[in-house]
């Protein structure tokens, strides 16, 4: 089995930061790309950003360009989400996965194998 552990949610002020970090163990140690979703209520589930585990390629969702910054340390088995300039709409709970099978980084949830628990984001104005 594999394991997903997210943490580093809270509440900050439009504008403000947060890092999120998800740590990784079991079956997820062989993962090939890691993703963060997010969830708002009542709106689907939809892609932040990826990471390719081996070679670093990172995607990201239209509107965090420019305001997240995804990242991986292998030695601890994370990826971390910096979220900067954070807004409003940014407020959502925050999911880690990861995917076992591709290298590729697609912005499908069910390409996921693991997910985590989420952790709660929320901006206030």
């Known amino acids: 089995q594999g394991q997903l552990v997210e943490s580093g949610g809270g509440l900050v002020q439009a504008g403000g930061s947060l890092r999120l970090s998800c740590i990784a163990s079991g079956r997820t140690f062989g993962a090939h790309a890691m993703a963060w979703f997010r969830q708002a209520p009542g709106k689907e589930r939809e892609f932040v950003s990826g990471?390719?585990?081996?070679?670093?390629?990172?995607l990201y969702g239209n509107s965090v360009k420019d305001r997240f910054t995804i990242s991986k340390e292998i030695a601890k088995n994370t990826v971390y989400l910096q979220m900067n300039r954070l807004k409003p709409e940014d407020t959502a709970v925050y999911y880690c996965?990861?995917?076992?099978?591709?290298?590729?980084?697609?912005?499908?949830?069910?390409?996921?194998?693991?997910w985590g628990q989420g952790t709660q984001v929320t901006v206030s104005s």
């Open positions: 996965a990861a995917d076992i099978h591709s290298m590729r980084i697609t912005t499908t949830r069910s390409d996921y194998d693991y």
């Open positions: 990471i390719n585990w081996a070679g670093g390629t990172t």
